[in-house]
Structures are given as structure tokens and as C-alpha cells.
């Protein structure tokens, strides 16, 4: 037993005991609604109960959040936002702009998140040097996904490049397998579009195009290769992948229907639930291209504003468990995501988790660390908006042209700033 | 109630009598001065500023319709309402007056026939989109099981096909209110004068012909009741789009109800999206206030 | 009932009309055998068979698993339908009554201003709202759905009972007025009695129109105050989890039973309104 472990014990032995002088109540907006999203959100629940305070659940699911943003905005403007809604990436300074947000600094000071967390995830957590949110989990979106049955039937091995990427395709394709299980819907063809971009592009003119949003590099032969590519890549799709959920579509690559899928690593709780094995059932990989990046989609729960001193010292308890360890590795391994946490005992893990840890590490050491602009990470939610227009507009138009499409990129992004 | 009517004949009373149906009213007007009209004014008012997240009050004047009209999904959106507004209304009248006239033919067992061509009306959008959208599934719906009843080549994938996705909304919603049309015109066709009928029919009149030069043309009140009905529908579709297609693929069976609503709440911008949502109103008034004007008009005579 | 009848009941014109109903028959009922026979089936048999196949075995875990995530939402629903539905058919009433037997100047106009509300797009007044409901103190209780629900259902309401109440000669009134009966009492005692179609038809309208709301049900209400349309979504349209298309489609049933259950029994009442002068402007 290590340091660690044995604090989270000490951790966990302390929230059992109910401070009844300071019982609030903590409402919390979220769209953890499935499998073991509410597994985990269940047991955020119970461990903020068992510091005496009352947990008001408010799940709105419906496309990825968007319904949920919709009762939240209303909610706002009616005067009683929830305590902590699931908010992410540059949204928080969009609202923290707006002077919703709780001041959690003293939390964090106590318990130290500024040496706990990477400082770039810091940095998205902090509104004008604040902290308005505390993280929750990272998932990777740079993932492979590889049925290495199918692959060895087809004869193909697991690409490195995006040149092995498509050779293994072709082989896949000649074997009679759907090549890439995907599935036709806006996020999903963000996903994809992002990981050839983070491979043609690389990290610098990356960051560039997508945070920085800079004309010449959205508009350079670079991104046209990448829509080129993106182009090339719906040849290997299936011709009912429109609307498809992701997890159908991962579904494809269980039962050795399809060889590969594009996909955060939020596919793994489809893997697990099958009764699947990490490295020896299923494969994941870097994304062809992208090896030593790692684009990042963090969930997050931004917290704010309370009259109420008893509901406030509840949001504070919220905010302090979700950071503890036990949480942590319970939820993230119901979610597939890593912890936030650079210091959490792994060993627990699977293979996949284990090598995204040592990924995010040394990622967050040199620079690696990208955020994921198909899962709001990037940029605020009009200019993701923006995006997916262009690129899933693009993916669905068989004469698309990809000079076109990227000047159409550029246009887009430009008219919503 | 009834103590008012025992004592009207005092005149304070008798005044308050004058009044009483405008007060009666007050309640209601009030709701839809503020409820409706205000809304709208505010939305209008939204829609010349730069209101991202959250209502601003910057104004920017047109900027926001300019953008629109830049849009190309706006465009997308605008076209599939008329395609799916015009289609859907006009397929649920014409299959809603068949069935009725068929159904008026003395057909036996009527009552349960008319259920179930009502029933479809009593399930939401929700229910109805997720039905129909597994229903039009290529590869596990309509696709799989007649292939699986022996027609090899048989192929229907509109749902994936951003041509004809837009056609699928029209099935599913021509599915859901096409009964209730057969309703209404089948309790018209019931109470239009039977003399009429028989003398024509005296006269030589085919059947066919009675109904098309004398029944329907009576029934012009119902017409205007299934219409309101049948537009109120098309333009509360959202419920639908949002589970059958998500807009999809790509953004080809969009709505502006569907971008109205993604751009104000779930892209932050409120200003566009305000903008959007005072076009499609500008459009409907444009359409509908002449047509209910002459209706209103019209009853005032008799 | 009209005498339109071919007269040979077995006439070749008549077999084609039965054949045509009952395809249409059919058709309308194949999405509700879909969902009925799905839901029974388990997750695999959903996979491997299709549409209409049988299930190879039929098993009530889709309806249960169904219940226990969305059923203690049903009453919800039930809390805010109720009141909703007789508050804005009692306010359609005596709108109704008002805008046919009482007009004023600019009565008219009201109307057609109230009519205008029947294309309002709703998505519009999500946000002012909601701020109102904030400054009533009712944002996110039942009591404030329940509001906004009539609100929104009057435009409906009125326009059905005041097409109904023209069709009453105004002369019924006028002798009423003249034996001194007033305003409440013609209402009360002529008017009421003779709208009992009517008022099917506006109870049917309304209660289908409310218990299947999702809108005003996601925006205004949250957590344990959800009708069941939501829950339902929240169901059917979760992101993760293996899909199961069984209890999706036992739950969109349970949603829609007690809708399917009133156009059932009553909807002789609904098609006997309409005919008593709803539709006849």
C-alpha cells in the first residue's frame, strides 16, 4: 500500500462522517445518463451524501450534452442555475465571462490541485486565474481501434502512417470487411476529420488551425490534403453509416464485422461490456500519425454562484470528491476515460488505460497535449459548430471538392467570431 | 354563478354585467399580449444584437440577417420546409379525404378501422421518430425483411441518402396525421345535408362525380380546420427531426426550427438564431395572416 | 349516415374499397406491431431477426427493465397533465363563449391575434420564458409547467369552443339575456350542458398534446420533476451503453399507453365532437 492509496483511505474514511452542521443541497446538471456513466454518477452521489449533504440529480441526456445546455442556458436566465453542470473546455470562460461562476480557490489550495493537475488542464479549469470547475476525467480522441482477428483474416497489419493506414484499408476492403465502422453523424465525422488533420498537420500547425484559428493555415494545402484525405477515407465506409451511433458502430468491429473504428476511448466501456480484453481481444493505437499527441477531451463540472452558505459549503464537498483518488479510479474506469489526477495508482487499469496515462504524461511534458476541437476542447461551441457544418456537409457530398472545403472552413470559423 | 343572475337588475350590477365578458377576456389577453407578442418583440429585439451565450444588448443592427442569408445551411433548412411542409400537407389531405370517403361507403366494422387510422395521432413525435427511424433503417428495417422474404435486390436507404432523407419525414409525419384528416372529413361528410345527394343521384350523377362537384366543395370549413392543423404540425416538427434524423446526414434534412434551436442553445448564438427564428415567423404570417384574414371575414357574414 | 352505397354489396367497386382500407389498415398498424413484437424480444433476437419476425422467445425483461427507469416519471406527467388540461379547457370555455355570444370592439382582433399562437414556434419563447417563470418564483416546479402549458394551449382551447359556440344561434342567448339571466348563468346553464362534445374533443386535444410534450417538459422542469417524455429520452438517446432496442421501445410504449388508451375508448367521442361543430368553422 502506498502513500497514496492509503491518504485516499484516510480520504474516503473522512467523508463518512456526516458534518451535519453543514448540510446543503447540491444540484448537479449532467448527462450521465447510460451504463457506466450512471454507475459513476451514482457513486458521485452517494459519496456526497455520505458527507451529509443532499443530492439533487438533474440528467438531461440527448446529443452529447445539447439538450442539457439548452435547460442550462434557460435555467440561467431564469435566475437558479444548478450548483455544478457538466461544462467543458472554453465554454467555462464563455460563462465565467458572464459572472456565474463559484470562486473554488480555497478548495483548491487545500488540496493542492495546482501540483495535482497538468498545468494545461489547470488552464482550462481557471476563468482570469480562478478555478470556476474541477475536472473530472480525460479521454483520449486520438484512439485506433482494431479487431486484430479481422486483421489477420485480411492479411493487413496495424498501420503506423496514414499510408499503412490506407494500405490496411485496401486489404481489409478486398477481404469483404467493412473497412472502418463509422458512424454519419456530425461529431462523429468531426472526430475522424480531427484525426487526419493532427496527422497531416501536426501538432504546431494544428493548435494553429484549430485554437489559434489562424486563415492561412486553415486554408493552406495542408488542410486541403487533410479534406483530401477525409475524401479518400469515405471510400472505406459502409453505405448505412448515416446516423449511426458510435457504439453501433463499434459494435461492427466487435463481431469482426468491420476491421477498425476512429474513436475516443470512451469505446472501451463497448469492448468491456462484450466481456473483450484489452491488447489481447481488441487493440488500441495511436491514431497513424499522431503518435506522440495526445488530443484530449476533458469533462469537467463547472460550479456556480450560490446565495445559500450551506448549499455553497456542499458545492465545495462536491468539488473536493471528485478529485479525490477513490472517484477518480472508480469512474474512470466505468467510463474508459484516465484520471485527471497525474499521480493516481494505475496498476488497477487495463492495458489501454495504462498506456494513455504514459501518453498524457509525456505528452503534457513536451508539448503533446492537444485539445480535441470535434469535442469542444479547442474552441467555443459556435466555432466547433462552424466546423462540423463544413466537414460533415463535405462527407456527405460525393463531388465534394477539398480546395473548396477548406476555403469554406476558413469562411465559416470567420463568420461566427 | 347562478346568485349573479338573481340580483342583475340592480344597475352597479348591471354595468359589471356590460363588463364581465371583458373581464373574462382581461386574463387571457393579457397572456397573449405578454406571452406571444412580447416574446417575440424581445426575440426580435435579440435578433440586431451580438448575443452570444446569453442575451446582450449590443446592438449590431442587420449583421446577424446578413449572416443568415450567407448561411448555406440556413438555406438547406428553408428549402426542406417548403419540400416537407408542402408535401406532408398536401399527401395527408388528399390520403385523409380518401380514406374517408372510403370509410363512408357503409363499411363494416368502421369503428375499428377508424381507430386504427386515428390511432397514430395519439403517439409524440419522439415515439414516432424512433418507430419509423428503425422502421427505414437500411440493414435492419423494411430493407432487411423484404430481402428476407425473398426480394434480393430490393434497396431502400433514403434515410442515409441526403437526396431523399427529407421524403422520410414526409412518410413518417404523413403517418402519424393523415388519420386525424380522415377524421375530421369523415365527421364533415356526415353532417353534409343527405337531399342534396339524393336529388343529384336522382339526376344521374356518378358517385365519384357527387363527391368531387358537391360533397368537398361544401366542406370548406373543415378544409380550414385540417389545414390550421396539419401547419401547426409542420412547423412543430422539430420533435420529429430531432429522432429520426438529427438533421442528418450531414445537415441535409435540417429544418430552421431544428437550426433556430441548435444555434440559440447549443452553439452560443443567440443573436443568429433569433434571427432565424423571426424569418420563419415573418414567413408564416406571410403565408397564413392572408388566409385567415379572408376566413375571419368570411364568418363574420354569416 | 349517408346512402352513397353502390348498390350491389358485392360489386367488384366494393371489394377494391375494402381491399384499399384494409391495406391502409396495414400500413397504419405495422409500427405499432414493430414496437410490440421488439419489445418483447431479447437484445440478440432484436439483432438477428427482422422487423416481423417473431420472437423466438418472449420475454417481459425489455418491459420491466422499461418500468423501473421510467415509471416513477409517469406520475409526474399525470401531476402536470391533470390540471393543465381542465385549467386551459375551462379558460378555452369561457373564451370561446365570449369571442361567439359577447363581442366587442376589437374582439375580433384578439382572435385572430390568439390564432396566430397556434404557429407559434415554441422553440421562440424558451428564454423569456423561463425568465418569467424565474421572477414567479415557479421556475422548475410542476405548478410552473403546468402554467406554461396553459399559456400555450389556449390559442387550441379558444378556437375550438368559439367555433363551436357560433354554430349556437345567437337568439338563445338573446332570449336568455331578456328573461334577465346573466352572463355567468348562460354560461352555466344553456351554454355548458350543450358542449359536452366539444369538450371531449378540447379534453382529448390537450391531454395528447401535454402528456406528449417534451419541449416544455426538458427546459422548464428537471430531475424528479420530469414528465415521462423526458425520461423517456433520456432512455433512448443516452450515449453509451450497449443499445437495447427491447426496453427502448417497452418504454416509448409505456409513454404512449395512457394516449393510445383515450383516442381507444374515447375516440368515438372525438369523431362525435368533431361532427357536432368543431369543423365547422
Known amino acids: ?417 | 354563478m347562478s346568485s349573479i343572475a338573481v340580483v342583475t337588475k340592480a344597475s352597479p350590477l348591471d354595468a359589471l354585467q356590460r363588463w364581465l365578458p371583458k373581464l373574462v377576456l382581461a386574463p387571457s389577453m393579457l397572456i397573449v399580449l405578454v406571452g406571444f407578442y412580447g416574446y417575440i418583440l424581445w426575440t426580435f429585439l435579440l435578433s440586431f444584437t451580438n448575443s452570444r451565450f446569453m442575451p446582450s444588448y449590443k446592438w449590431v443592427g442587420l449583421q446577424q440577417y446578413q449572416r443568415l442569408l450567407d448561411n448555406d445551411r440556413w438555406w438547406v433548412a428553408s428549402k426542406n420546409l417548403m419540400v416537407f411542409g408542402g408535401l406532408f400537407i398536401t399527401i395527408s389531405l388528399v390520403v385523409g379525404v380518401l380514406l374517408a370517403v372510403l370509410l363512408d361507403q357503409r363499411i363494416r366494422r368502421e369503428g375499428v378501422i377508424r381507430t386504427i387510422f386515428l390511432y397514430p395521432m395519439a403517439l409524440s413525435m419522439i415515439v414516432t421518430g424512433t418507430a419509423w427511424k428503425w422502421l427505414l433503417n437500411p440493414g435492419l428495417g423494411l430493407d432487411k425483411l423484404l430481402r428476407d422474404w425473398g426480394w434480393e435486390g430490393f434497396r431502400f436507404d433514403w434515410l442515409v441518402d441526403p437526396q431523399y432523407v427529407v421524403y422520410c419525414l414526409v412518410i413518417a409525419a404523413v403517418w402519424q396525421a393523415s388519420g386525424f384528416v380522415m377524421a375530421l372529413f369523415l365527421a364533415g361528410l356526415r353532417s353534409v345535408d343527405q337531399s342534396i345527394i339524393r336529388a343529384a343521384q336522382v339526376d344521374g350523377a356518378s358517385l365519384p362525380n357527387i363527391y368531387l362537384r358537391i360533397v368537398l366543395p361544401s366542406l370548406g370549413p373543415v378544409f380550414f380546420s385540417a389545414l390550421m392543423i396539419l401547419a401547426h404540425i409542420a412547423i412543430k416538427s422539430f420533435d420529429l427531426v430531432a429522432s429520426m434524423t438529427a438533421g442528418g446526414p450531414g445537415y441535409s434534412s435540417d429544418l430552421p426550427a431544428m437550426f433556430m434551436y441548435a444555434h440559440t442553445f447549443t452553439r452560443g448564438q443567440m443573436g443568429l438564431g433569433a434571427a432565424s427564428a423571426i424569418l420563419m415567423l415573418g414567413a408564416v404570417l406571410a403565408i397564413l395572416v392572408p388566409y385567415l384574414y379572408s376566413e375571419l371575414r368570411a364568418k363574420r357574414h354569416d | 349516415m349517408t346512402s352513397l352505397s353502390a348498390k350491389s354489396p358485392f360489386s367488384l367497386s366494393r371489394l377494391a374499397i375494402y381491399a384499399t382500407l384494409l391495406t391502409a389498415c396495414a400500413v397504419y398498424l405495422i409500427p405499432l406491431i414493430v414496437m410490440l413484437l421488439t419489445s418483447f424480444k431479447t437484445p440478440e433476437d432484436v439483432l438477428t431477426g427482422n422487423l416481423l419476425s417473431w420472437p423466438e422467445l418472449f420475454t417481459g425483461i425489455g418491459w420491466s427493465k422499461a418500468w423501473d427507469s421510467v415509471g416513477g416519471f409517469f406520475w409526474n406527467s399525470v401531476k402536470i397533465t391533470i390540471p393543465a388540461v381542465t385549467i386551459s379547457t375551462l379558460l378555452g370555455a369561457l373564451n370561446g363563449y365570449v369571442l361567439a355570444m359577447w363581442r366587442f370592439r376589437g374582439s375580433q382582433l384578439f382572435f385572430g391575434l390568439l390564432l396566430f399562437g397556434c404557429f407559434l414556434p415554441f422553440q421562440v419563447v424558451l428564454l423569456p420564458a423561463s425568465f418569467t417563470l424565474g421572477q414567479l418564483g415557479l421556475a422548475n416546479t410542476t405548478s410552473g409547467l403546468v402554467l406554461i402549458h396553459v399559456v400555450y394551449g389556449l390559442a387550441f382551447t379558444t378556437l375550438f369552443f368559439r367555433n363551436y359556440y357560433v354554430s349556437i344561434p345567437d337568439a338563445l342567448v338573446r332570449a336568455a339575456r331578456l328573461d334577465g339571466a346573466g352572463f355567468f348563468t348562460i354560461f352555466g346553464r344553456i351554454m355548458l350542458p350543450m358542449s359536452v362534445p366539444i369538450i371531449m374533443v378540447c379534453l382529448i386535444w390537450q391531454f395528447t398534446q401535454i402528456w406528449n410534450d417534451f419541449l416544455f417538459g426538458v427546459v422548464f422542469a428537471s430531475g424528479d420533476t420530469q414528465p415521462i417524455t423526458v425520461a423517456l429520452n433520456n432512455l433512448v438517446n443516452t450515449s453509451t451503453g450497449a443499445k437495447e432496442y427491447n426496453v427502448d421501445m417497452a418504454a416509448a410504449m409505456i409513454a404512449g399507453l395512457p394516449t393510445l388508451v383515450v383516442y381507444i375508448l374515447a375516440g368515438k367521442y372525438f369523431l362525435r365532437g368533431l361532427t357536432a361543430g368543431a369543423v365547422k368553422g
Request: proline share 4%.
Open chain 1, 1 to 417: 500500500m502506498n502513500a497514496m492509496t492509503r491518504l485516499a483511505t484516510a480520504v474516503s474514511l473522512v467523508s463518512l462522517m456526516p458534518l451535519a452542521a453543514l448540510a446543503g443541497e447540491v444540484e448537479v446538471l449532467h448527462w450521465w445518463t447510460s451504463g457506466g456513466e450512471k454507475r459513476a454518477a451514482d457513486t458521485l452521489q452517494k459519496l456526497v451524501e455520505d458527507k451529509g449533504h443532499t443530492w439533487k440529480d438533474f440528467a438531461v441526456a440527448g446529443g452529447g450534452g445539447e439538450a442539457a445546455m439548452t435547460v442550462l442556458k434557460t435555467r440561467a436566465v431564469s435566475g437558479n442555475p444548478p450548483a455544478a453542470a457538466q461544462i467543458k473546455g472554453p465554454d467555462i470562460q464563455e460563462w465565467g465571462a458572464l459572472g456565474l461562476l463559484a470562486n473554488l480557490d480555497s478548495v483548491a489550495e487545500q488540496n493542492q490541485w495546482d501540483t495535482l493537475l497538468p498545468k494545461q488542464v489547470a488552464e482550462i479549469m481557471t476563468y482570469e486565474g480562478h478555478y470556476v470547475a474541477v475536472p473530472v476525467n480525460v479521454h483520449r480522441v486520438n484512439w485506433l481501434w482494431i479487431n486484430p482477428e479481422v486483421f489477420a483474416k485480411a492479411g493487413a497489419t496495424p498501420p503506423t502512417t496514414l499510408d499503412e493506414f490506407f494500405a490496411a484499408a485496401d486489404k481489409l476492403k478486398a477481404a469483404g470487411f467493412i473497412p472502418l465502422a463509422h458512424g454519419g453523424q456530425p461529431w462523429q465525422d468531426g472526430t475522424v476529420f480531427e484525426d487526419l488533420a493532427l496527422s497531416i498537420l501536426g501538432a504546431d500547425a494544428f493548435r494553429k488551425a484549430f485554437v489559434d484559428l489562424d486563415e492561412a493555415t486553415l486554408t493552406g494545402d495542408q488542410m486541403v490534403e487533410v479534406f483530401a484525405a477525409l475524401n479518400k477515407l469515405r471510400g472505406y465506409v459502409d453505405a448505412d453509416a448515416a446516423g449511426r451511433d458510435w457504439n453501433i458502430a463499434t459494435g461492427l468491429v466487435i463481431n469482426g464485422k468491420a476491421g477498425m473504428q476512429l474513436m475516443g476511448d470512451w469505446a472501451k466501456s463497448e469492448w468491456t461490456a462484450a466481456g473483450k480484453v484489452a491488447g489481447k481481444d481488441y487493440q488500441c493505437l495511436a491514431f497513424p500519425g499522431t503518435q506522440g499527441s495526445f488530443a484530449f477531451n476533458i469533462d469537467s463540472l463547472a460550479m456556480f454562484k450560490l446565495g445559500d452558505a450551506e448549499n455553497r459549503k456542499a458545492q465545495e464537498d462536491l468539488a473536493r470528491t471528485v478529485l479525490e483518488p477513490e472517484f477518480q479510479q472508480f469512474f474512470n474506469q466505468n467510463k474508459g476515460s484516465i484520471p485527471v489526477r497525474l499521480d493516481q495508482d494505475m496498476s488497477s487499469f487495463d492495458a489501454c488505460a495504462q498506456k494513455s496515462m504514459a501518453d498524457f504524461k509525456e505528452a503534457a511534458g513536451n508539448g503533446g497535449l492537444q485539445p480535441s476541437m470535434a469535442h469542444g476542447m479547442a474552441a467555443s461551441s459556435y466555432v466547433q459548430g462552424a466546423v462540423f457544418d463544413v466537414v460533415t456537409n463535405f462527407f456527405n457530398d460525393p463531388q465534394a471538392d477539398p480546395k473548396r472545403a477548406a476555403q469554406q472552413l476558413a469562411a465559416a470559423i470567420q463568420a461566427v467570431q
